[in-house]
Every structure is written in C-alpha cells, then in structure tokens.
C-alpha cells in the first residue's frame, strides 16, 4: 500500500477534529493543531501522490509524514497519559502510534514500490 492512501485520509481525520474541538470547546489550540498537522500531512499525502504518478518516490513527502505522525503520536500520547481520556487523545495518540509504523516501515522497504511499465 502506498503512503498516499493513508495520509490523505489521515490528514482529513486531524483537519476535522481541530475543527470539531473548536466547534465542541471552543479550543484554539485544537483548532491549530488540526488544521496545521492535518494540512501538513494532505500536503506531503498530495506530494507523494504527484512523485508517484512521475513513477518516483518523494524521500521528503515521507519524512514530513514520520515526523507529523511522530509528533502527533509524542504530544497526544502525553495528553492522554495526564488526564486518561481516551478522545480525543487516546484515539489520535492510537492512530499515530499505528501511522508511525506504518511510515518506518515505508522508509525502511524504501518507499513506494514503483510498478515496472508494461509493455
């Protein structure tokens, strides 16, 4: 599977819950956290995407997700760890941890696998 198709969704979940803790709370700090990991993560989703169709890996679209993700799964996880509420911080720390690995692992098998050209 290809990193794409995780993070744009991804990037839609955390988009959405910076805009649902603004609208619920009133939290600015939700709101920017959202909005800034999740448009982070549907810009590196969207440049992975663009290398991919030009058969290439973006190193630099990979790396950007690892470090959101990481980030994400780092501050939440603390959060969560402080006051044990399991949303939204439990759920967005889960889903990083998962979205960490999940971009280890691209890193480590070397990116997006490119499929040879049919001829």
Same mark, same amino acid.
């Given at each position: 599977?290809?990193? @794409? ?13 910076? $805009?649902?803790? @603004?609208?619920?709370?009133?939290? %600015?700090?939700? $709101?920017?956290?959202?909005?800034? %990991?999740? @448009?982070?993560? $549907? ?5 992975? $995407? ?27 996880? /603390?959060?969560?760890? /402080? ?18 690995? @999940? ?17």
């Amino acid at each position: 599977m290809h990193d @794409f198709c995780f993070t744009i969704p991804y990037g839609l979940i955390m988009v959405a819950g910076g $805009l649902i803790g @603004f609208a619920k709370k009133g939290s %600015t700090a939700s $709101l920017a956290g959202g909005l800034g %990991t999740g @448009f982070l993560l $549907l810009i590196a989703g969207y440049v992975s $995407l663009k290398a991919f169709e030009k058969r290439k890996n973006s190193y630099f679209a990979l790396i950007l997700e690892t470090v959101c993700a990481v980030v994400l799964t780092w501050v939440m996880g /603390q959060r969560y760890m /402080q006051t044990s509420k399991i949303m939204p911080a439990g759920v967005v720390a889960a889903i990083s941890g998962v979205m960490t690995a @999940f971009y280890l692992y691209k890193i480590v098998t070397g990116g997006n696998h490119i499929p040879t050209k049919a001829e």
